[in-house]
């Protein structure tokens, strides 16, 4: 996308903030993110937005590494703003300096009743900076009453724009905005200057978030040109979020969708992030291979900016999908996990081609595994079919051609066909009553166990 207009390298970053475990609408960010990254050859920034001391916790910054670990994200650089604290006070420091951050005394009461007396008249409710009208010797007495003031930053009038890489051209009228507060009365910071600092201080080219922070954009637009000494300000790209079929968005506190309950639920990381990157997109969700299929679908022209709805069925769905498309060597890792090994005397090439298709979730692999590899205890259903099958058992070797031609002999010496000759044999062969294609199987059944489970051994 001509567009986009990478500096090179692109430097990202997403910024949760360690508050509760991440769910698949903030896999969506990171995602977003991390493949842009990808594509612009550029780098990945992990930055833990728990300035907020009091709901940040250590074990939810672990699961987000853990989370992002699993989906296939990297970071290259990960910082906590708690330990940067000194940089956003600098920050604050130049900005009361040149005048652009004030401090006020009004509290959340005080401010209530003035922007209800302003909406009765009819006026917008905005903050009418009465603060910067305070002299001396009124700030005193405000803090001789015992008030602490927290901070405001105060806009430039006018029209604010920037070329979003999803929502096009937007605009905000600074003129229309109360002067956002930046610093708290105990002198803690918002999020919005900390982040700017930071986006400033760590190179960011492009701020890939989720449009519930448009409203933001103008205000850190202002504050970059305060505090970026003539450097431009990042690129942004709002993307649409995730809602369920119902429409609702998603919280931190919606766990059933948390990228954890979905990994302990065996779903498919892969499934995650097509369902998180494409949905919402000009792409069909689709089950993929690898991440590199996204990075080379992946286009922030191409996100929707209406709505980025997903069914929390399809996941289960997509999930085996997913599975049915996986080369072993996506997989081998964690068949081994499964006790699923090259070291057993099976062609485990042959065994993942013939299971794949069969599972719905990955741990399934270890019942076709035991059926491969014994003891298992057949299903007798017809022993004098199974007496003719295991005479007509090809001797030697078996390979992919043996099922054939066992089963064509089969049928010419009883006259049995379709599932009255399949289904003894796959219960005498498997013990169940439905599985992979028995032709795959066989060879990796081989010989010595297909004989003793026609004769209704177990093997
Ligand atoms: N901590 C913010 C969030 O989780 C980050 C927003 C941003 O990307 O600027 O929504």
Not at 115 to 137: F, I, M
Not at 216 to 232: C, E, S
Request: glycine share 6%.
């Amino acid at each position: 996308m001509s567009e986009t207009k990478v500096t090179s390298p692109a430097i990202v970053r997403f910024a949760p903030s360690p508050t509760g475990r991440i769910h698949i609408g903030n896999a969506r960010t990171a995602l977003f993110n991390q493949l842009f990254a990808w594509q612009f050859d550029g780098r990945f920034v992990l930055r833990f937005d728990d300035t907020d001391v009091e709901r940040s916790r250590e074990e939810f910054a672990a699961s987000i590494v853990t989370d992002l670990a699993w989906l296939g994200i990297k970071p290259d650089v990960v910082v906590r703003q708690s330990q940067r604290v000194a940089l956003y006070e600098a920050a604050a420091a130049r900005l009361r300096a040149a005048g652009r951050l004030y401090p006020c005394y009004e509290t959340p009461d005080e401010l209530d009743r003035r922007r209800k007396r302003q909406q009765a008249r009819g006026l917008p409710p905005v903050y009418d900076r009465a603060a910067l009208h305070l002299t001396d010797a009124d700030r005193a007495a405000l803090e001789a009453e015992g008030r602490r003031p927290h901070w405001r930053f105060r806009l430039d009038p006018g029209d604010v724009t920037w070329e979003d890489l999803v929502r096009g051209h937007c605009h905000a009228d600074a003129g229309s905005l109360s002067d956002p507060v930046l610093v708290r009365e105990d002198d803690s910071f918002l999020y919005t200057l900390p982040s700017v600092v930071d986006d400033l201080d760590l190179g960011i080219t492009h701020v890939i978030r989720g449009e519930d922070h448009v409203t933001n954009t103008a205000v850190q637009l202002q504050i970059f040109a305060a505090l970026g000494d003539g450097r431009p300000a990042p690129r942004f790209a709002h993307h649409n979020l995730l809602t369920t079929a119902s429409g609702e968005g998603l919280s931190k506190r919606s766990g059933a969708l948390s990228l954890t309950s979905l990994r302990e639920h065996g779903i498919e990381a892969l499934a995650v992030a097509a369902l998180a990157v494409l949905t919402g997109t000009s792409a069909a969700v689709h089950p993929v291979a690898s991440l590199a299929e996204l990075v080379a679908l992946f286009d922030l022209g191409h996100v929707s900016r209406t709505s980025a709805k997903f069914d929390e069925a399809e996941l289960e769905v997509l999930s085996a999908r997913t599975l049915h498309i996986l080369p072993l060597a996506a997989i081998e890792e964690r068949l081994a996990a499964l006790g699923i090994t090259r070291a057993a005397a099976i062609d485990l090439d042959a065994f993942w081609l013939a299971v794949r298709g069969n599972l719905a979730q990955l741990a399934d692999a270890r019942l076709w595994w035991q059926v491969v590899t014994g003891p298992i205890t057949p299903l007798v259903e017809d022993a004098d079919l199974l007496a003719a099958a295991s005479a007509a058992l090809p001797q030697g070797p078996l390979d992919g051609t043996s099922w054939k031609t066992w089963t064509d002999s089969l049928k010419a010496a009883t006259g049995r066909k379709g599932k009255a000759l399949y289904h003894p044999l796959r219960l005498a062969l498997t013990g169940h009553e439905s599985g992979p294609d028995l032709a795959a199987l066989l060879p990796l059944i081989g010989p010595q166990k297909a004989a003793l489970r026609l004769a209704g051994k177990t093997g």
